[in-house]
Structures are given as structure tokens and as C-alpha cells.
């Protein structure tokens, strides 16, 4: 079984829209701190621009999990 992990960030731009950022395979020390501090940070050094739109707020994020189990049905 293959266990997958991945945490997806929303931010709110300039126009009010969203915009969705996800990190695959984080480190296992990740948590809702150390989460909020990296976020704050994108926003606050204007990391991203999306089609000339910055990122102005944080809204969530979640930790992600995910496991698939693969059968081979071929005899």
C-alpha cells in the first residue's frame, strides 16, 4: 500500500479570488504552527504572483492523506 501526504494552503489575492498552493511529501515535524508561519510569511514577502495579483491573506490549510492500494488483476 502506497501512503501519500500533502498540505494545501488557501490564500485570498489581491482581486479577492483564492488561490490554492499544495506541498507534496512535508517533512514529518509539520504542524498547524509551523504551517501558519510559512504561509504568513509567503503573503507578507509577496512570494507569488498570479497573473499579476499577489496574495494578501491566509485563509486555511489541511494536511492531506492519502493511501492506495494497487491489485494486480492480470493472470
Do not use: C, H, W
Not at 18 to 31: A, D, I, K, M, Y
Not at 47 to 65: C, M, N, P, S, Y
Request: no cysteine; proline share 1%.
Amino acid at each position: 500500500m502506497e501512503k501519500r501526504k500533502m498540505i494545501a494552503m488557501r490564500f485570498k489575492k489581491e482581486d479577492g479570488k483564492t488561490f490554492n498552493l499544495s506541498v507534496r511529501n512535508p517533512g514529518s515535524g509539520v504542524n498547524e504552527e509551523s504551517i501558519k508561519k510559512v504561509m504568513d510569511m509567503v503573503v507578507e514577502k509577496n512570494v507569488f504572483r498570479i497573473k499579476g495579483q499577489g496574495l494578501v491573506k491566509t485563509i486555511d490549510a489541511k494536511i492531506v492523506e492519502t493511501s492506495t492500494e494497487t491489485y494486480d488483476l492480470v493472470l
